[in-house]
């Protein structure tokens, strides 16, 4: 096998480069092939400096995630002995860093003695969205380097610094234009002739984080258990600034080796490898030519449209956004503008990147203004007659290849794609609001979509910032299918005698941000309840009168949640408080419709009863070829649901559970409460995996 790393030399300087496509990851080898170019340095007396640095786009973006799963255990030693040996040369060893310079590579970085890099450079430490730490003496180094207060940001954030940031507070030393080794080469000249002393960051003092700064973060960090890697990340850097640097690292060691097989850190690490997966679409080969996006149209100017469009405006893709009246139009205008205007408020933006921004959005109010766009997206609330009404003036109105995506949540896309009649052309784009700011996009395929159209959407995906995930087409299709089910559970456990704060109290204990009552609350109660309606009339739901009920009577009662200051709670600002009525409405509910009411439900039972169907429905979505893959639905949840991300998402958490014990408690409660509607009937799939086969090996 060739070597990721090879050694030559230009006159009196040595030159360790690192080629190991696509982002120079470390790796078995890598270490092997620096620890051999360091033989060859170290052996050669005519040098009188080394230079390091990566060919291709990046600099080394960190370590393979794949070798932390590594059965026979994973260690960071023979890599950071290799690193100690680097710094250790008495001659000077320069990095010259160019894209990103990540993890490991940080950490490889940091080793070095003098750094160098391209204005393009960006850095960062960002194990913890991992589940760990840096585990080469990065809490270490960096301190040393940057200043605690500095590094302790970094490392508790996994946030990554541009290059005058890093320039200014000396993790860069020098900045400089043009190709890595030559940036390189130039640093290495102009430090031999200063005739300066090697600088190693190990024998640095720490500048240190005030106390407060320090108790504050463990404060912080006291208050997300699920993620021990933010406590374990503060005790390495108050190690840095209160001990001698060996003995920092062996409590680096320590906290590493304690949080790589811990439950978290695997299921952020799933996530991770999910992520990836996402972007495979099988039967679309990876060099499906892509159709060109110059100009997007957006119709509804609503909060969900403004949000999309500035997804696009925020890539310098000119938009246009189509309303009914200009009245509505101005009003969205002028919420994307407050929306930008409140980040520069923030010092995310500056004044001119908001005027540019708003410089890229157009208003209209007649069709004909989308004539020219490549993409048009139909954002108006979720009533499928209107949807058809508008897909059949896009099928006519935009220009031939010119892509047409519908933002329905619930919607049989099939159907509105028949309405264009052109429905090779057509996607669903289900974007989650607020739409500028979730991460999360279902990309609906439909029947009929054209191998091009998903494949463009999907590259267009990434490059506005979401992360994509495909779903095939079925009522609510992977994420609001299985909330109609959370959701319905969470209703009939009202009506059954439990309080909305006991509901939700249940899966906030787990980690979720907000449980199912104060989700719907934010989201809408009359926005649920049309919902609901809209699918009952059309047969995609049971038709029984019980049957999300609640949300229904809230509805009609003009309890819509947060913004009329009552819905499952009462409001005042956005503070929920506990609201006898609702009890009141439930017990009414209960009576009209024969349901037992009871004097206190465990919150073991309403977490099950909650999950467990929600992660049945999961399984039956997989069966059905409505996702390709499990990681793809915990990748929804977790990124647009609030679903704990060190849970791994509702089918990382089946297996953890245990599917055995899942269709036990199914069972059970079809026993207890009845299965008429088949509400609790297993899926198929689940009797299939019963017996010690874990969905994380289900390869459909």
């Not at 033989?39 to 990566?54: K, M, N, P, S, T």
């Not at 159709?291 to 893709?317: C, E, H, L, S, Y």
């Not at 499952?568 to 024969?594: F, M, N, T």
Request: net charge negative.
């Amino acid at each position: 096998m060739t070597s990721p790393i090879t050694f030559t030399q230009e006159g009196r300087i040595g030159l360790i480069l690192i080629d190991n496509p696509p982002v120079n990851a470390i790796s078995g080898p890598f270490i092997t092939g620096l620890a051999k170019a360091l033989d060859r340095f170290e052996a050669a007396d005519d040098l009188d400096a080394v230079v390091l640095y990566c060919a291709g786009r990046t600099f080394v973006a960190g370590a393979d995630i794949a070798s932390f799963e590594d059965p026979s255990g994973f260690s960071a030693k023979p890599f950071n002995t290799v690193l100690a040996r680097l710094e250790a040369q008495s001659r000077p060893v320069i990095a010259a860093l160019h894209g990103t310079v990540l993890g490991g590579g940080l950490e490889l970085a940091m080793a070095c003695h003098h750094r160098v890099a391209r204005p393009d450079t960006r850095l960062g430490l960002p194990e913890v969205k991992l589940g760990i730490i840096p585990g080469s003496l990065g809490t270490q180094r960096l301190p040393r380097l940057v200043g605690a207060e500095l590094a302790l940001d970094l490392v508790t954030t996994g946030r990554k610094i541009g290059l005058q940031q890093a320039l200014q507070a000396g993790l860069v030393d020098k900045v400089a234009e043009g190709e890595p080794r030559d940036i390189g080469l130039a640093a290495a000249e102009a430090l031999l002739a200063t005739d300066a002393p090697v600088r190693r960051a190990s024998e640095l003092d720490v500048s240190p984080a005030p106390a407060d700064v320090l108790a504050k973060a463990e404060a912080e960090a006291a208050k997300k258990p699920g993620w021990p890697q933010l406590a374990a990340a503060v005790r390495c850097v108050r190690a840095a600034q209160e001990l001698p640097f060996a003995e920092g690292e062996a409590v680096e060691a320590t906290e590493f080796a304690r949080l790589l097989p811990s439950p978290s850190s695997k299921a952020l690490r799933h996530l991770f490898f999910a992520e990836r997966e996402a972007a495979k679409i099988p039967g679309l080969p990876r060099d499906t030519k892509l159709r060109p996006i110059r100009k997007v149209g957006i119709i509804g100017a609503g909060t969900m449209g403004g949000g999309i469009a500035m997804n696009f405006a925020n890539i310098g893709i000119p938009t246009v956004i189509v309303e009914v009246s200009d009245a509505a139009l101005q009003c969205g205008l002028g919420l994307v503008r407050k929306n930008y205007e409140a980040s520069a408020a923030k010092g995310r933006l500056t004044a001119q990147q908001v005027g540019a921004r708003m410089n890229l959005l157009q208003g209209a109010l007649d069709y004909g203004a989308l004539a020219d766009c490549d993409l048009v997206i139909e954002a108006v609330f979720e009533n499928l007659a209107l949807k058809q009404e508008i897909c059949a003036k896009l099928g006519a109105i935009t220009k031939p290849g010119a892509i047409i995506a519908t933002n329905t949540s619930t919607l049989d896309v099939d159907a509105l794609a028949q309405a264009t009649g052109r429905p090779a052309d057509v996607v669903g784009m289900h974007f989650f609001s607020p739409a500028n700011v979730m991460r999360l996009l279902e990309v609906v395929r439909g029947t009929a979509t054209a191998p091009d159209v998903l494949a463009t959407v999907m590259k267009l995906a990434t490059a506005i910032g979401k992360v994509p995930v495909v779903s095939g087409v079925c009522y609510g299709f992977i994420g609001n299918r299985m909330a109609e089910v959370y959701m319905r559970e969470a209703e009939f456990l009202i009506m059954e005698g439990a309080e909305p704060t006991d509901v939700d109290a249940a899966v906030e204990s787990l980690g979720f941000a907000m449980g199912p009552c104060r989700m719907l609350d934010m989201a809408g109660v009359d926005v649920g309840a049309k919902t609901v309606i809209e699918h009952g009339r059309a047969g995609g739901l049971p038709d029984d009168p019980s049957y999300r009920a609640l949300v229904q009577k809230l509805f009609a009662m003009g309890r819509h949640g947060q913004k009329t200051g009552a819905g499952y709670y009462r409001y005042e600002g956005r503070a929920p408080s506990s609201d006898p009525q609702v009890k009141a409405i439930a017990e009414q509910l209960a009576d009209r419709h024969g349901i037992v009411r009871r004097q206190s439900i465990g919150r073991e039972e309403i977490t099950e009863r909650l999950l467990y169907p929600l992660i049945n429905e999961g399984l039956k979505i997989l069966e059905e070829g409505i996702a390709y893959r499990p990681g793809d639905i915990d990748l929804i949840w977790v990124a647009g649901y609030g679903f704990p991300d060190f849970l791994g998402g509702p089918m990382w958490m089946a297996d953890n559970i245990g599917l055995d014990v899942i269709a036990q408690r199914l069972a059970h409660y079809a026993g207890q409460r009845g299965d008429a509607y088949g509400y609790w009937r297993p899926a198929a799939l689940l009797g299939q995996l019963c017996g010690g086969m874990r969905l994380a090996h289900w390869k459909g």
